[in-house]
């Protein structure tokens, strides 16, 4: 799974001019599932993007999760996006043949939104497979991307 991820004051989406989802403060999420993705990338990128410190402490530095900020207002905005698993590399258009079919990537979606809500995390969502509209106001701006397939080493293990 890859999600880039966005610290935002404010996020919203709209469907044919309806909105759907919108946020305050917090995590826009856009999510993309590989074809080959297993139960152990979805844990892995709901643990990460939960605990991934990168909101302000007091001393104005990057070291507060989404899971400390929560009193805050702070929220999560998940989008579905396969265009994440584009491949450019050849020709002028992009190809997909990475990414998950829609309908393994709509369950992994709805269990990434799942298992965050059960984490405490208040987790709103677009809509799978719709044309959407999505307004974000970055906040820093701070844009990370994770990838399960793909992680980076935690120091803290040996």
């Not at 309908?103 to 044309?131: E, M, N, S, W």
Request: glycine share 8%; net charge negative; proline share 6%.
């Amino acid at each position: 799974m890859r999600a880039v991820i966005q610290r935002v004051n404010r996020a919203r989406v709209r469907v044919d001019q309806e909105l759907i989802s919108s946020i305050g403060p917090g995590l826009l999420v856009l999510l993309g599932v590989h074809k080959d993705d297993q139960e152990d990338d979805l844990n892995w990128l709901v643990d990460k993007t939960c605990n991934l410190r990168i909101f302000e402490d007091h001393e104005g530095k990057m070291n507060r999760s989404l899971l400390d900020t929560m009193a805050h207002g702070n929220q999560m905005l998940v989008v579905s996006q396969f265009t994440l698993y584009g491949d450019c590399r050849k020709g002028r258009r992009p190809g997909f043949s990475e990414a998950a079919p829609p309908d393994q990537a709509k369950q992994f979606y709805l269990q990434f939104i799942d298992q965050t809500r059960q984490r405490g995390v208040p987790c709103a969502g677009g809509r799978f497979q719709a044309h959407m509209e999505v307004e974000l106001i970055n906040d820093g701006p701070v844009t990370l991307i994770l990838d399960s397939r793909h992680p980076q080493p935690d120091p803290s293990q040996p």
